[in-house]
């Protein structure tokens, strides 16, 4: 599948979003985040909107890196781009390796607000201290990721994707 220049603005404006939003938070929380180089506990193999595979894709051919390096046998959960505890494709990662540890805000099954931290993370802090103002809104940028991509399947030729399904990160080994 081809991304067309409209399809990665669009993109690329909510990554910015999130990247910025990212920061703020990771700033603002930085003595409470233990998240740092080597620390690889919530990298798994996810599975990302076609959106983002083929943008990372598109990424990643430009790049060249050494697939061929790559631990295919790992287990089911593991992330194959995870190499001596350091993510081989950081730069292109999908939008969930960037809001990890993070004070994540989001709605659960019960229509309930959560949060959700890395086990490490936050440990000597007050969860009543938790706002709307200084978590991610996980759900309004999943949302915001969800109507691009139901955009770009919808304008591809390739008929091949309905608009909740998911790829799974290691499948981008597959494509080169």
Known sequence: MKLSSK???K????????????QT????????INCKSGCDLCCMDYS???IEFYFILEKLKKQNPEMDS???GKSENECIFLKDHSCTIYNSRPIIC????????????DGEWELSTCELNFTKYKFEKFTPKNTFPQDKFNSKLFLINKEFISESEEKIYGEFDLIPLK????KF
Do not use: A, C, M, Q
């Open 25 to 32: 938070l990771e700033n603002e929380h930085k003595k409470h």
């Open 11 to 22: 993109y690329l404006k909510l990554l910015n979003e999130i990247n910025s939003i990212s």
């Open 48 to 50: 990302i909107f076609p």
């Open 7 to 9: 399809n990665k603005e």
């Open 171 to 174: 499948e981008l080994i597959n």
């Open 70 to 72: 790559l631990e295919v």
């Open 98 to 109: 960037r809001t990890h540890g993070l004070p994540l805000l989001y709605t659960n099954d």
